[in-house]
């Protein structure tokens, strides 16, 4: 695929981008940036893409790359640290000590849960999670793509049973 031709591609995913950056950010004016920043590291690496493989579905990897490593970025930038003798952290809203045991935990059961699946719901389940469409899933299962509807909805219904005890807050929401 010749630079032309890449450059026209990756534009015609613009508004698809914009409004997934919407999503993202929930802010106009900063999704507008997040897709600019998302289409100059796609025209910057081309090189990087492979033809014949999902291009929207790479500049949505690239976009929530970068959105992440903002907010991490934000997120480490808003504590300061005082020079004194207590050493106080300032300006910093979340606890000064971090526990990860409940996340570990919620994860080990949420891993067990999808063990727990058959390789039929488990892999159509996991390929719709990372993004592929039923129609590609479909494909490179070789069944209908109807049938990768149904075991989509099955592993999910089945899934929300095995992890009911984390409720419906959004918080732990497997989709």
Same mark, same amino acid.
């Given at each position: 695929?010749?630079?032309?031709?890449?450059?026209?591609?990756?534009?015609?995913?613009?508004?698809?981008? @914009?409004?997934?950056?919407?999503?993202?950010?929930?802010?106009?004016? &900063?999704? %507008?940036?997040?897709?600019?920043?998302?289409?100059?590291?796609? *025209? %910057?690496?081309?090189?990087? *893409?492979?033809?014949?493989? =999902?291009?929207?579905?790479?500049?949505?990897?690239?976009?929530? %790359?970068? *959105?992440?490593? =903002? $907010? @991490?970025?934000?997120? %480490?930038?808003?504590?300061? =640290?005082? &020079?004194?003798?207590?050493?106080?952290?300032?300006?910093?809203?979340?606890?000064?000590?971090?526990?990860?045991?409940?996340? @570990?935990?919620?994860?080990?059961?949420? =891993?067990?849960?999808?063990?727990?699946?058959? &390789?039929?719901?488990?892999?159509? *389940?996991?390929?719709?999670?990372?993004?592929?469409?039923?129609?590609?899933?479909?494909?490179?299962?070789? !069944?209908?793509?109807?049938?990768?509807?149904? @075991?989509?909805?099955?592993?999910?219904?089945?899934?929300?049973?095995?992890?009911?005890? $984390?409720?419906? &807050?959004?918080?732990?929401? !497997?989709?």
């Amino acid at each position: 695929m010749t630079q032309i031709e890449y450059n026209h591609q990756v534009k015609e995913h613009y508004k698809a981008l @914009r409004g997934y950056a919407l999503k993202l950010t929930q802010d106009p004016e &900063d999704a %507008n940036d997040l897709v600019q920043e998302t289409m100059l590291k796609a *025209f %910057n690496n081309k090189e990087k *893409f492979q033809d014949g493989t =999902n291009l929207k579905g790479w500049l949505y990897t690239i976009m929530k %790359n970068i *959105f992440i490593n =903002n $907010y @991490r970025r934000m997120v %480490n930038g808003s504590v300061v =640290n005082d &020079d004194t003798e207590n050493q106080y952290l300032l300006n910093h809203s979340g606890p000064s000590v971090k526990n990860e045991g409940d996340g @570990r935990l919620v994860m080990t059961e949420v =891993n067990e849960a999808l063990d727990s699946l058959t &390789d039929s719901l488990r892999t159509p *389940f996991m390929m719709s999670y990372e993004g592929y469409k039923y129609e590609e899933i479909a494909k490179y299962l070789a !069944v209908p793509l109807g049938t990768v509807k149904i @075991r989509i909805h099955m592993a999910r219904q089945k899934l929300k049973k095995m992890l009911s005890a $984390y409720g419906t &807050d959004n918080s732990y929401t !497997v989709n």
